[in-house]
């Protein structure tokens, strides 16, 4: 055969755009009857043989869809492309806000290293160092100046516990490597309502670390701000929250691998401050040369250092030891072997906040600082390292990790949602990702609650702290109690120690959920006693309206519906044209008796819809429905209700013909009598209703 009578066959499953064929036909004429033209295009090429052609094929549409097997296809990019140019903007300003999509297999490069990690899920708890201790110091002053030392004391007895609780939480990480923390731990091994409770004191507790760390963080800056003798407006707390809220749930919505990147600065900027100003300021306590940068107040005695004074002290002070449980909740998001990881990040974690507690204790004790319009921590900071640029990194810096320390809950509340919603107890809009594979809902829910919350305190640290430790320690105590019961049903490798230490954490950190409820009842902590019953309610509401809708949509093999549907077809009509005949066409490929419903308001114009009937479409029955009073929505509904009457089993089908506008302003200039009859009729159950467009042209 010669060179230039090869051709090639066309077929539905054409090469890719621009691959060149060989003729495999007998002339150049049989090869373009078989190309189809609306698909491909075919060009004539000559090789760099003599009398050598040869056939180049391309596509003459965009390619929407990589073929991958028999009736198995994937969405190009290409079939996503905006379709106006408002979209193209609105794209456009969305990839320079949050960055390019992602593709789905692109989520096993967005996890995160141990560095990252610490940043993301370890900021909160390291951020608690900054005001942990000012929390205890509060409620110490109403006993004067001398029982402020036993906050150094408190603080002791809470890194102890701290310790137990992370040991616990590492083991979590082994045993629950798919994340859910608390909640998988109680809902498996204690039953599904102690999980639900440990999920929402989670939930309680993240949206109030959002709220406590930004608005700690914005006070580290109205304290400097005062520090140096300008005046601060009340409003300005409220104002910086806000701001940095929002900075937070956009920087969440470039994905957690982004929001690691951009936080880990201030985090590690924060570590290194607070280390030199622990390190400096014990050598200096050791030396003699450690002073307040003013006396501090002398206190008046208001009550005796009592029982109960200590333990409201130490059920303030412990929110210190928020955020330990943020790393079970996200072990998924680690690079392999994602329990390892998750578990040396977590003694990091707890081996810094432990370090960095104690620290501030101790020096706020040798120096018998006393909380005012300063935050403890930078009365500390100005004492170690005076008020110059060491002591203005290191504000900013503690403004960083506050902020930051928000992105904890940022990175564990949407998937702790999502987890929830996979178990039909949240919306199922949670357990979708965004364009770079976060949780976007749960993102932006977040973000709003906690604005909300902030805005109702008046970004008041202190009132939103007394909220704060009772759903930190709820969620404790059902997690180490879940543990227990996990080891006993396992019995695993060394199960006997491990049920030694959970059981005994259960103990512990159960007796300090008591003190602070107790302690802090009056004081707000009485919202969250009321908030988690109320949050459970809703996840029950939530999973029985989804188990009905399983129940009802489930396919019973001895309860098949019929297949045969006695349908009837109705076209309203407002006159005869383009619209309607494209409706009424749409129509008959449905039933061929369709019925054409015209609701008169003008006896002339149905004279004129009648004979245009008669004309166009004389093969199908029209019915005129006068309307007295020159309704159109209503006089329909009535007539389709008085078909049912006659013919109860029908399924009534309206054909809704539908012009779409060029211009968005044009709509304005019409009534959409069609959308209208759509809401009228959507939640009917034996009525469907399709709308027919017809596009009208520039």
Do not use: C
């Amino acid at each position: 055969m010669k060179p230039s009578d090869r051709g090639d066959k066309n077929d539905s499953s054409a090469p890719d755009s621009g691959e060149e064929l060989p003729h495999q036909t007998d002339n150049l004429k049989s090869l373009k009857k078989k190309v189809r033209p609306d698909l491909v295009i075919s060009e004539e090429k000559h090789g760099a043989l003599s009398g050598n052609r040869y056939i180049r094929k391309r596509q003459s549409h965009p390619r929407y869809f990589r073929k991958i097997g028999p009736g198995h296809f994937v969405a190009e990019p290409e079939s996503d492309r905006p379709s106006s140019p408002f979209e193209t903007g609105y794209r456009a300003f969305k990839r320079v806000l949050i960055g390019r999509p992602l593709e789905t297999a692109e989520e096993i490069h967005q996890r995160l290293n141990k560095v990252k990690a610490l940043a993301v899920f370890g900021s909160d708890a390291i951020s608690s160092s900054a005001y942990a201790t000012e929390a205890a110091l509060i409620i110490l002053m109403a006993a004067g100046n001398g029982a402020l030392h036993i906050s150094f004391y408190e603080a002791i007895a809470i890194t102890l516990m701290l310790s137990m609780v992370a040991f616990s939480y590492r083991q979590t990480v082994h045993a629950y490597p798919h994340g859910g923390g608390s909640y998988n731990v109680s809902r498996q091994n204690l039953g599904v309502m102690p999980g639900l409770i440990a999920a929402a004191a989670l939930m309680i507790d993240y949206v109030l670390t959002v709220s406590v760390s930004i608005a700690a963080g914005a006070a580290a800056v109205t304290s400097a701000l005062s520090a140096s003798g300008h005046s601060v407006s009340p409003y300005l707390n409220v104002l910086l929250s806000l701001i940095f809220i929002a900075l937070m749930t956009f920087g969440n919505l470039r994905g957690i691998r982004q929001s690691g990147t951009i936080f880990s600065i201030p985090t590690y900027l924060f570590v290194i401050s607070i280390s030199a100003m622990i390190i400096v300021g014990l050598f200096k306590a050791f030396t003699g040369t450690l002073h307040p940068v003013s006396p501090p107040p002398v206190l008046q005695v208001a009550q005796p250092v009592t029982l109960w004074l200590i333990l409201r002290s130490f059920s303030a002070g412990a929110v210190a030891m928020s955020g330990t449980e943020a790393i079970s909740n996200g072990v998924p998001a680690f690079q392999k072997p994602e329990s390892k990881n998750a578990a040396k990040t977590l003694t990091w974690m707890a081996a810094l906040l432990g370090v960095f507690f104690l620290g501030v204790s101790y020096l706020s004790m040798h120096m018998s600082l006393v909380p005012g319009d300063e935050t403890i921590i930078s009365q500390v900071a100005r004492a170690v390292f005076g008020t110059n640029a060491f002591y203005i990194i290191f504000q900013v810096a503690t403004m960083g990790i506050l902020i930051i320390a928000a992105n904890t809950a940022f990175a564990d509340f949407p998937r702790l949602s999502s987890v929830l919603a996979r178990d039909n107890y949240m919306p199922h809009q949670f357990t979708d990702r965004g364009d770079r594979l976060a949780f976007s809902t749960g993102i932006i829910a977040l973000g709003g609650i906690a604005a909300l919350l902030v805005v109702v305190f008046k970004g008041n640290v202190m009132s939103l702290i007394h909220l704060y430790a009772v759903g930190v320690f709820l969620a404790f105590s059902l997690s180490d109690s879940g543990m227990v019961v996990h080891w006993w049903k396992t019995r695993g490798p060394r199960w006997k120690t491990s049920i030694i230490i959970n059981g005994a954490d259960a103990v512990l950190t159960s007796s300090v959920l008591v003190i602070v409820a107790v302690t802090k009842f009056m004081f707000g902590a009485w919202i969250v006693v009321l908030l988690v019953p109320v949050i459970v309610a809703i996840f029950l509401v939530i999973h029985r309206h989804y188990v009905n809708v399983a129940e009802q949509l489930r396919i019973v093999p001895e309860q098949l519906p019929s297949l045969k549907i006695d349908q009837l077809v109705i076209v309203p009509i407002e006159d005869v044209n383009y619209a309607s005949l494209r409706a009424i066409a749409f129509a008959r490929t449905i039933a061929k008796d369709a019925i054409l419903l015209h609701i008169s308001t003008d006896p002339e114009s149905a004279d004129k819809v009648r004979q245009k009937v008669n004309t166009y479409v004389p093969d199908l029955k029209l019915v005129v429905v006068e309307s007295p009073f020159r309704s159109f929505v209503r006089p329909l509904m009535a007539y389709v209700k008085a078909v049912h009457s006659q013919r109860p089993d029908a399924f009534v089908t309206i054909i809704l013909p539908e012009f779409l506008t060029v211009h968005w302003w044009e709509r304005f200039l019409h009534e959409h009598t069609a959308a209208r009859l759509h809401r009228a009729f959507e939640k009917h159950p034996n009525i469907a209703v399709v709308m027919v467009p017809y596009l009208l042209e520039k």
